[in-house]
Protein backbone atom coordinates (compact mmCIF):
# COMPACT_ATOMS: atom_id res chain seq x y z
CA UNK A 1 0.00 0.00 0.00
CA UNK A 2 1.41 3.41 -0.64
CA UNK A 3 1.84 5.78 2.32
CA UNK A 4 0.51 8.83 3.48
CA UNK A 5 1.41 11.93 0.80
CA UNK A 6 1.59 15.26 1.26
CA UNK A 7 1.79 18.40 -1.00
CA UNK A 8 3.48 20.67 -1.77
CA UNK A 9 6.78 19.33 0.10
CA UNK A 10 7.82 22.93 0.82
CA UNK A 11 6.30 26.29 0.92
CA UNK A 12 7.46 29.82 1.38
CA UNK A 13 5.19 32.56 1.98
CA UNK A 14 5.26 36.30 3.37
CA UNK A 15 3.16 37.32 6.25
CA UNK A 16 -0.25 38.17 6.10
CA UNK A 17 -1.01 35.36 2.77
CA UNK A 18 -2.80 31.90 3.41
CA UNK A 19 -1.63 28.69 2.57
CA UNK A 20 -3.18 25.56 1.79
CA UNK A 21 -1.88 22.22 2.16
CA UNK A 22 -2.88 18.82 1.23
CA UNK A 23 -3.10 15.59 2.60
CA UNK A 24 -4.15 12.57 1.55
CA UNK A 25 -4.19 9.30 3.34
CA UNK A 26 -3.54 5.23 3.36
CA UNK A 27 -5.55 4.13 0.97
CA UNK A 28 -9.02 2.48 3.47
CA UNK A 29 -7.69 5.40 5.92
CA UNK A 30 -10.93 7.40 7.06
CA UNK A 31 -9.18 9.14 9.60
CA UNK A 32 -6.62 12.24 9.14
CA UNK A 33 -5.23 14.14 11.89
CA UNK A 34 -2.78 17.30 11.55
CA UNK A 35 -0.02 18.22 13.47
CA UNK A 36 2.50 21.34 13.50
CA UNK A 37 5.85 20.57 14.63
CA UNK A 38 8.40 23.17 16.01
CA UNK A 39 11.75 23.42 17.49
CA UNK A 40 10.58 25.22 20.67
CA UNK A 41 6.62 23.94 21.00
CA UNK A 42 7.30 20.14 19.31
CA UNK A 43 4.71 18.16 17.99
CA UNK A 44 1.23 19.87 18.70
CA UNK A 45 -2.34 18.48 17.91
CA UNK A 46 -3.97 20.98 15.38
CA UNK A 47 -7.46 18.83 14.32
CA UNK A 48 -8.72 15.36 13.54
CA UNK A 49 -11.21 14.43 10.44
CA UNK A 50 -13.58 11.38 10.05
CA UNK A 51 -16.17 10.82 7.31
CA UNK A 52 -15.90 14.51 6.52
CA UNK A 53 -16.44 15.53 10.16
CA UNK A 54 -14.43 17.49 12.22
CA UNK A 55 -14.29 15.33 15.39
CA UNK A 56 -11.48 16.72 17.32
CA UNK A 57 -9.41 20.35 17.84
CA UNK A 58 -6.02 21.53 19.52
CA UNK A 59 -5.48 24.64 20.85
CA UNK A 60 -5.18 26.58 17.37
CA UNK A 61 -6.28 30.16 16.93
CA UNK A 62 -9.67 30.09 14.50
CA UNK A 63 -6.79 31.18 11.49
CA UNK A 64 -6.37 26.79 11.14
CA UNK A 65 -8.92 25.41 9.33
CA UNK A 66 -9.32 21.91 7.76
CA UNK A 67 -11.52 19.83 5.95
CA UNK A 68 -12.26 16.50 4.24
CA UNK A 69 -13.45 15.01 1.00
CA UNK A 70 -15.85 12.18 0.83
CA UNK A 71 -12.75 10.37 -0.84
CA UNK A 72 -10.62 11.22 2.87
CA UNK A 73 -8.54 13.70 1.29
CA UNK A 74 -7.65 15.88 3.56
CA UNK A 75 -6.50 19.94 3.23
CA UNK A 76 -5.51 22.38 6.09
CA UNK A 77 -5.51 26.35 5.79
CA UNK A 78 -4.16 28.93 7.24
CA UNK A 79 -5.03 32.32 7.00
CA UNK A 80 -3.23 35.60 7.69
CA UNK A 81 0.20 33.85 8.28
CA UNK A 82 2.41 34.71 10.79
CA UNK A 83 6.18 34.18 11.45
CA UNK A 84 5.33 32.04 14.20
CA UNK A 85 3.06 29.49 11.59
CA UNK A 86 6.75 28.37 10.29
CA UNK A 87 6.62 24.99 10.53
CA UNK A 88 6.75 21.01 9.93
CA UNK A 89 2.99 20.31 9.17
CA UNK A 90 2.27 16.23 9.51
CA UNK A 91 -1.00 14.85 8.48
CA UNK A 92 -1.47 11.25 10.06
CA UNK A 93 -3.86 8.86 8.94
CA UNK A 94 -5.58 6.03 10.50
CA UNK A 95 -8.41 3.43 10.34
CA UNK A 96 -10.38 4.90 11.92
CA UNK A 97 -8.74 4.68 15.44
CA UNK A 98 -5.45 3.75 16.69
CA UNK A 99 -2.12 4.02 15.37
CA UNK A 100 -1.38 6.97 12.90
CA UNK A 101 0.80 6.90 10.37
CA UNK A 102 2.45 10.01 9.37
CA UNK A 103 3.39 11.39 5.85
CA UNK A 104 6.49 12.92 4.67
CA UNK A 105 5.00 17.00 5.61
CA UNK A 106 4.91 19.83 4.49
CA UNK A 107 8.14 22.38 5.45
CA UNK A 108 6.54 25.86 5.50
CA UNK A 109 8.67 28.80 6.00
CA UNK A 110 6.70 32.65 6.56
CA UNK A 111 9.03 35.38 5.57
CA UNK B 1 3.54 20.14 34.65
CA UNK B 2 3.89 18.68 30.83
CA UNK B 3 1.06 16.09 29.65
CA UNK B 4 3.92 13.87 28.68
CA UNK B 5 7.49 13.90 29.89
CA UNK B 6 10.14 12.95 28.27
CA UNK B 7 14.22 13.43 28.82
CA UNK B 8 15.14 15.46 26.17
CA UNK B 9 19.19 13.32 25.73
CA UNK B 10 20.90 13.00 24.23
CA UNK B 11 21.11 9.66 25.80
CA UNK B 12 24.40 8.69 24.61
CA UNK B 13 25.11 4.59 24.44
CA UNK B 14 27.60 2.61 22.78
CA UNK B 15 26.74 0.69 19.76
CA UNK B 16 25.71 -3.06 21.15
CA UNK B 17 24.26 -1.67 24.23
CA UNK B 18 21.08 -1.32 25.37
CA UNK B 19 19.21 2.04 25.32
CA UNK B 20 16.53 2.88 27.81
CA UNK B 21 13.87 5.52 26.82
CA UNK B 22 11.52 6.62 29.36
CA UNK B 23 8.15 8.49 29.43
CA UNK B 24 5.72 9.92 32.02
CA UNK B 25 1.88 10.94 31.27
CA UNK B 26 -0.37 12.42 33.60
CA UNK B 27 -3.84 11.80 32.25
CA UNK B 28 -4.74 8.75 34.03
CA UNK B 29 -7.21 7.34 31.84
CA UNK B 30 -4.68 7.28 29.06
CA UNK B 31 -5.24 3.82 26.99
CA UNK B 32 -3.19 3.98 24.18
CA UNK B 33 0.94 4.60 23.72
CA UNK B 34 3.11 5.05 21.22
CA UNK B 35 6.35 5.19 20.27
CA UNK B 36 7.89 7.00 16.84
CA UNK B 37 11.47 7.41 15.74
CA UNK B 38 12.46 10.48 13.62
CA UNK B 39 15.63 11.52 11.88
CA UNK B 40 16.97 14.66 11.48
CA UNK B 41 14.29 16.53 8.61
CA UNK B 42 12.49 13.49 8.50
CA UNK B 43 8.68 12.54 9.73
CA UNK B 44 8.06 10.36 12.48
CA UNK B 45 8.19 6.77 12.17
CA UNK B 46 5.98 4.32 14.10
CA UNK B 47 7.75 1.46 15.90
CA UNK B 48 5.99 0.39 18.59
CA UNK B 49 2.19 0.90 20.29
CA UNK B 50 1.15 -0.97 23.77
CA UNK B 51 -2.33 -0.82 25.32
CA UNK B 52 -1.91 -2.74 28.39
CA UNK B 53 0.71 -3.23 31.29
CA UNK B 54 3.52 -5.34 30.98
CA UNK B 55 5.59 -5.81 28.68
CA UNK B 56 5.40 -6.04 24.89
CA UNK B 57 8.45 -7.31 22.62
CA UNK B 58 9.18 -6.40 18.85
CA UNK B 59 12.35 -7.30 17.21
CA UNK B 60 15.28 -5.94 19.05
CA UNK B 61 12.16 -2.92 20.86
CA UNK B 62 10.38 -3.48 24.24
CA UNK B 63 7.99 -1.66 25.17
CA UNK B 64 6.70 -1.41 28.57
CA UNK B 65 3.64 0.24 30.10
CA UNK B 66 2.99 0.64 34.10
CA UNK B 67 -0.46 2.38 34.55
CA UNK B 68 -0.55 2.66 37.95
CA UNK B 69 2.82 4.84 38.13
CA UNK B 70 1.77 6.50 34.72
CA UNK B 71 5.13 5.05 32.96
CA UNK B 72 6.21 3.94 30.34
CA UNK B 73 9.51 2.88 28.58
CA UNK B 74 10.99 1.82 25.25
CA UNK B 75 13.59 -0.65 25.43
CA UNK B 76 16.38 -0.78 22.34
CA UNK B 77 18.71 -4.00 22.24
CA UNK B 78 22.35 -4.23 20.57
CA UNK B 79 21.63 -0.72 19.26
CA UNK B 80 23.09 0.19 16.54
CA UNK B 81 24.40 3.40 14.79
CA UNK B 82 21.13 3.59 12.29
CA UNK B 83 19.18 3.73 15.84
CA UNK B 84 20.07 7.52 16.08
CA UNK B 85 17.24 9.70 16.02
CA UNK B 86 14.99 11.18 18.34
CA UNK B 87 12.72 8.87 20.02
CA UNK B 88 8.80 10.73 20.66
CA UNK B 89 6.49 9.06 23.01
CA UNK B 90 2.73 9.61 22.41
CA UNK B 91 -0.22 8.99 24.17
CA UNK B 92 -3.87 9.10 23.72
CA UNK B 93 -5.69 10.65 26.13
CA UNK B 94 -8.97 8.93 27.77
CA UNK B 95 -10.93 12.28 25.36
CA UNK B 96 -10.94 9.06 22.75
CA UNK B 97 -10.89 9.90 18.88
CA UNK B 98 -7.23 10.15 17.49
CA UNK B 99 -5.39 12.90 19.40
CA UNK B 100 -2.20 12.12 20.23
CA UNK B 101 -0.21 14.10 23.08
CA UNK B 102 3.39 13.90 22.42
CA UNK B 103 6.26 14.47 24.70
CA UNK B 104 9.38 16.68 23.54
CA UNK B 105 11.20 13.86 22.41
CA UNK B 106 14.67 11.88 23.47
CA UNK B 107 17.85 12.05 21.31
CA UNK B 108 19.12 8.94 21.24
CA UNK B 109 23.50 8.85 19.55
CA UNK B 110 24.93 5.32 19.71
CA UNK B 111 28.15 5.52 19.05
CA UNK B 112 30.53 3.06 17.17
Known amino acids: KAGVTQTPRYLIKTRGQQVTLSCSPI?????VSWYQQTPGQGLQFLFE???????NKGNFPGRFSGRQFSNSRSEMNVSTLELGDSALYLCASSFPQETQYFGPGTRLLVL | QKEVEQNSGPLSVPEGAIASLNCTYSDRGSQSFFWYRQYSGKSPELIMFIYSNGDKEDGRFTAQLNKASQYVSLLIRDSQPSDSATYLC????????????FGAGTRLAVHP
Open chain 2, 90 to 101: AVKGSGGYNKLI
Open chain 1, 27 to 31: SGHRS
Open chain 1, 49 to 55: YFSETQR
